[in-house]
């Protein structure tokens, strides 16, 4: 079962804020939530994570609501460069906590528009 | 500084061929993984090492799939004998994984195509 659902496409004007949604409703308390990219043809790009608290660093901001239960990606000035698939992914704290514990869905494809 | 650094970048083989994708983590990292994308089943991890040593293979598909870390600095993900089905992109991503969760760092993958 996914742990997180996410739009499938989302478009965002080049220059405005892109609000990028995901639901993880089913989260638990040592389960931080990770956001990351990926452009056509690389490999994923990280873009930030939290557990409990916003926060924001020189790529996005991530917003958690209080309950945990879904948090927004926000890219605050998007360029036709962050046009990307975007992935939400909870993961437990911890090492040796990957495997099926660090799933990647389908994401969702962000198209930048000039 | 150097990210990951996989190897080759694309390859093309006829089925039934060996194919050996090759890895170099980022310096200092202690974990490494490699996964696989298809645009049916998306991104699956296959297998992640710590320290050199595998800890979980649960998602390598067969037994013609195996990876090794002989050292810190280098990883391969063999296919014998390859088939047509293994035509993906295959990734290798590694991280310094501390009490503090860190970032995995991908490299840009090997586009594999079995004919």
């Known amino acids: 079962d996914a742990k997180t659902t996410q739009p499938t496409s989302m478009d965002c004007a080049e220059g405005r804020a892109a609000n990028l949604p995901c639901n993880h409703s089913?989260?638990?308390?040592?389960?931080?939530v990770y956001w990351y990219r990926q452009i056509h043809s690389q490999g994923p790009q990280y873009i930030i994570h939290?557990?409990?608290n916003n926060e924001t660093n020189e790529m996005a901001s991530l917003i958690i609501t209080e309950d945990r239960k879904s948090s927004t990606l926000i890219l605050p000035h998007a360029t036709l460069r962050d046009t990307a698939v975007y992935y939400c992914?909870?993961?437990?704290?911890?090492?040796?906590?990957?495997?099926?514990?660090?799933?990647f869905g389908p994401g969702t494809r962000l198209s930048v528009l000039p | 500084d150097a990210g990951v650094i996989q190897s080759p970048r694309h390859e093309v083989t006829e089925m039934g061929q060996e194919v050996t994708l090759r890895c170099k983590p980022i310096?200092?990292?202690?974990?490494l993984f490699w996964y696989r994308q298809t645009m049916m089943r998306g991104l699956e991890l296959l297998i992640y090492?710590?320290?050199?040593?595998?800890?979980?293979d649960s998602g390598m598909p067969e037994d013609r799939f195996s990876a090794k870390m002989p050292n810190a600095s280098f990883s391969t993900l063999k296919i014998q004998p390859s088939e047509p089905r293994d035509s993906a992109v295959y990734f290798c991503?590694?991280?310094?994984?501390?009490?503090?969760?860190?970032?995995?760092?991908f490299g840009d993958g090997t586009r594999l195509s079995i004919l």
């Open positions: 991503a590694s991280s310094l994984e501390t009490d503090q969760l860190q970032p995995q760092h």
């Open positions: 089913t989260i638990s308390g040592n389960e931080y």
């Open positions: 939290g557990l409990k």
């Open positions: 992914i909870v993961r437990v704290a911890g090492k040796d906590n990957y495997g099926q514990n660090f799933v």
């Open positions: 310096s200092g990292h202690d974990y």
């Open positions: 090492f710590n320290n050199n040593v595998p800890i979980d």
